[in-house]
């Protein structure tokens, strides 16, 4: 499990390879991931987009951008959580994703929260990152 905090909001990640959506002999591997946001500050705060950028082992990026995650812009009270899988999918056995989402509170102020770095592995390549 990977995590980060920012502005006393916590980001953990929890990713997992899926063999039954990967077909190597084709170059292709899925990952899901869980991201479990936790609102640790004393004010409501509430995700409106998120940025990622995808890595693969090759170097080669990609960078996605939209409003919210899973159709959804969660508001958190103090003290509440979200979570949600999504996926990845990406043409070498091994990757990296982070990224960041932009927050707003309830005074209107918007800030970003880190998204920590976290390594996409098959069972054959897995790494631990520092």
Known sequence: MYHAVTHQIEVTVEPQFLPERSAPEKQQYFWAYTINIVNNSGETVQLKTRHWIITDETGHRQEVRG????????????????????????????????????????????????????????????????
């Open 67 to 130: 409003e919210g995650v899973i159709g959804e812009q969660p508001v958190l009270a103090p003290g509440e959580n979200f979570e949600y899988t999504s996926g990845v999918p990406l043409t070498t056995p091994s990757g990296f994703m982070s990224g960041h989402y932009q927050m707003v509170n309830d005074r209107g102020e918007r800030f970003e929260i880190d998204i920590p770095l976290f390594s996409l592995d098959t069972p054959d390549t897995r790494r631990t990152l520092n």
